[in-house]
Each structure stands twice: as C-alpha cells, then as structure tokens.
C-alpha cells in the first residue's frame, strides 16, 4: 500500500514526548471502549491532535470538534473522512491541538492530581 515509510510499528517506547511531537496527528481507533485513553491524553499534552473512537473514557477525554475529533468505533469510512478533513485544514488543527494540550495540562498536571488524591484520602481517613 506504499506506507512502509509512513507507518511504523514500534512497540514499547520511553520517549513519548519526542514521539507524539514528531506525529501530525494520532488516531486511535479502538474498537472496543476503554476506561481510559492514556495516548490520548499524551499526545494531548505534546500537542498532537487526536481522532479517536467515541466510546468509553474516551468520550471524556475529547469534545468532538473542541479538543479532538470522535469518530463512531469501527467506522472506517467516517474515520478516513476525518483524517482527510484534518489534513487538509491545518489551521484548524493546529488551534484544536492546542485548546487540548491546555484542557490535559489542567486535568493531568502532576502537581494537581497529587493534590486531589491527597485531598480525597484525607477525607476518606475522616470519614472513617
């Protein structure tokens, strides 16, 4: 299909952060719902924007034409309409990409979410 030098498979990796900058955008297209989408949130906090398949977290994680595009799970043909309509408005990308990083950095700063699991632990033990 000629995307030998485009896509690559690479496994585990340690340097998120270089690797989701490097991406145009990321997609994922999860056919069963998950709990939580951590790449989602990391491309998020890098900057890369995101496509991805609107069921379980996810649907948390995004707002459709906000911070990300939702595509229904296993529709291939709305989802190839998104990346064609992603790639050809840039601009456009490029402002969703950064209402995300802003909207993840305020819900997964470490320093904040530190804080709430304190908090909640904390009146957890007052509780008991």
């Avoid at 601009?91 to 305020?106: D, G, T, V």
Wanted: charged share 20%; proline share 5%; with cysteine.
């Amino acid at each position: 299909k000629g995307l030998e030098s485009r896509v690559k498979f690479l496994g585990f990796r340690s340097e998120i952060s270089e690797l989701m900058s490097a991406c145009n955008l990321v997609v994922h297209s999860s056919t069963a719902p998950e709990p939580f989408g951590r790449v989602i949130v990391e491309a998020m906090l890098c900057g890369t924007p995101v496509i991805a398949a609107a069921a379980g977290g996810v649907t948390e994680l995004i707002t459709d034409g906000e911070t990300g595009w939702l595509c229904p799970p296993s529709n291939s043909q709305k989802l190839a309409k998104t990346i064609l309509t992603c790639q050809d408005n840039p601009k456009e990308q490029k402002i969703i990409a950064q209402k995300a990083r802003i909207q993840a950095q305020r819900q997964f700063d470490l320093d904040i979410v530190c804080k709430e699991i304190t908090q909640f632990a904390k009146e957890s033990i007052a509780h008991l």
